[in-house]
């Protein structure tokens, strides 16, 4: 069936660089995907949204963007910080009930 | 304003074992979501409601049962528990189809 997928599981960042998260979907019908943050044993906290009627958005320090030509979707968080340390999952809706979530990227700061 | 809570935080139980998982929700939430979470696995979806008095089954339902008597609450019950249902449980809710979920703390189970 249709899946959400992420590049790399695993993230590694310089503190004050730039991170970017990648996310790869096949549902080319899709129109809502959603970024979410799962630090170390907390549930996941919401962190932006995008409608497929856009090719970005911006929150603070984080930017969506969402290719549709080839169903790419990717998390850019500006000035990486510690606190940025967790897992990031993308997801995207599949019903107006559901959303199909991928399987995460760590994100790991390096000091 | 303590959003959604989920009780036990811990369990372990003996294979062929019940027990029951509340989450409840202070925002008025109309849809409600369990899902288990596996290391190095997404979120997957076990059973969700739409409303007071209805349940619908997701991914991956079997073994579970669920209820929602009361809007606040939505119950995941395991009848017979087996090894395969070790996980990390995580409640959710929001107030319509689209939008921002809402999580709790997670549960996390282990079956021996």
């Known amino acids: 069936g249709e899946s959400v997928g992420l590049h790399l599981p695993t993230l590694s960042v310089q503190e004050g660089d730039n991170s970017i998260i990648n996310c790869a979907y096949s549902?080319?019908?899709?129109?809502?995907f959603i970024w979410y943050k799962q630090e170390s044993g907390k549930g996941p906290q919401f962190i932006i949204d995008?409608?497929?009627n856009m090719d970005k958005r911006q929150g603070q320090r984080v930017t969506v963007l969402l290719n549709k030509t080839v169903k790419h979707l990717s998390l850019q968080i500006a000035a990486t910080q510690p606190g940025d340390s967790a897992v990031y999952f993308c997801?995207?809706?599949?019903?107006?009930?559901?959303?199909?979530w991928g399987a995460g990227t760590k994100l790991i700061i390096k000091p | 304003n303590a959003g959604v809570t989920q009780t036990p935080k811990f369990r372990v139980l003996k294979t062929g074992q019940s027990m029951t998982l509340l989450c409840a929700q202070d925002?008025?939430?109309?849809?409600m979501y369990w899902y288990r979470q596996d290391p190095g696995m997404g979120l997957r979806l076990i059973h969700y409601?739409?409303?007071?008095?209805?349940?619908a089954k997701g991914e991956v339902p079997d073994g579970y049962n669920v209820s929602r008597l009361k809007k606040q609450n939505f119950l995941l019950g395991l009848e017979s528990a087996a090894p395969s249902q070790t996980s990390v449980y995580f409640c959710?809710?929001?107030?319509?189809?689209?939008?921002?979920?809402?999580f709790g703390e997670g549960s996390r189970l282990t079956v021996l």
């Open positions: 549902n080319s019908a899709s129109d809502y």
């Open positions: 409601s739409v409303g007071e008095g209805t349940t």
């Open positions: 995008i409608r497929s």
């Open positions: 925002m008025n939430h109309e849809y």
């Open positions: 959710a809710s929001r107030w319509d189809g689209g939008g921002e979920l809402f």
């Open positions: 997801a995207e809706k599949w019903s107006n009930y559901q959303l199909i």
